[in-house]
Antibody, heavy 122, light 110 residues
């Protein structure tokens, strides 16, 4: 059974940094591209970042480019999102999602974690 | 990377068919056959319903179907059931390793 478990969320002040983690199991992690998607309270989904199986291809939403960094450790079956210079508008539920393929451009996220809440407030 | 445009809400009676539109641009929906659709029940993670415009993952009911014409993709739910009441989001590849989601549609079963 595919499992994606996010952790690392919390409450922090604007300008601070936070690192989210996603522990993967039940599938061949090193063969899969991975993504982060977020959802502000009561609002819609926003794709945040994606990374290919070998970290050679990475993409970011314009809203986080230059502030967030996605990475992975295939030896640890883990995905990460380093978030810097956090803003109040980054407040959201952050989901880790598995891509159906190994590259970022396959177009479907076929498994999702349950998410972790990030709240940025002064 | 502007969000794809979806109607805020669509409703139908049990057994009816409904269609949700998803309008993008020539930079996303119009260029790539990489449109997917996700169903999200309240408090739950999204679930993939359609990928590559019209393909259904294993286990998804054949009452769900997808299509695309120009810059607009569509999701049709036929034989509407109470369990279909949820939020639905389209998503398109937008080039250079990036994606864009739709604004979301609340489906209500009357």
């Amino acid at each position: 059974e595919v499992q994606l478990v996010e952790s690392g969320g919390g409450l922090l002040q604007p300008g601070r940094s936070l690192r989210l983690s996603c522990a993967a199991s039940g599938f061949t992690f090193y063969n899969s591209a991975m993504h982060w998607v977020r959802q502000p309270p009561g609002k819609g989904l926003e794709w945040v970042a994606g990374i290919s199986w070998n970290s050679a291809n990475i993409g970011y939403a314009d809203s986080v480019k230059g502030r967030f960094a996605i990475s992975r450790d295939n030896a640890k079956n883990s995905l990460y999102l380093e978030m810097n210079s956090l803003r109040t508008e980054d407040t959201a539920f952050y989901y880790c999602a598995k891509d159906s393929g190994s590259l970022v451009d396959t177009g479907s996220l076929n498994y999702w974690g349950q998410g972790t809440q990030v709240t940025v407030s002064s | 990377q502007s969000a794809l445009t979806q109607p805020a809400s669509v409703s139908g009676s049990p057994g009816q068919s409904i269609t949700i539109s998803c309008t993008g641009t020539s930079s996303d929906v119009g260029t790539y056959n990489l449109v997917s659709w996700y169903q999200q029940h309240p408090g739950k993670a999204p679930k993939l319903m359609i990928y590559e415009v019209s393909k259904r993952p294993s286990g998804v009911s054949n009452r769900f179907s997808g299509s695309k014409s120009g810059n607009t993709a569509s999701l049709t739910i036929s034989g509407l059931q109470a369990e279909d009441e949820a939020d639905y989001y389209c998503c398109s590849y937008a080039g250079t390793n990036s994606y864009v989601f739709g604004t979301g549609t609340r489906v209500t079963v009357l």
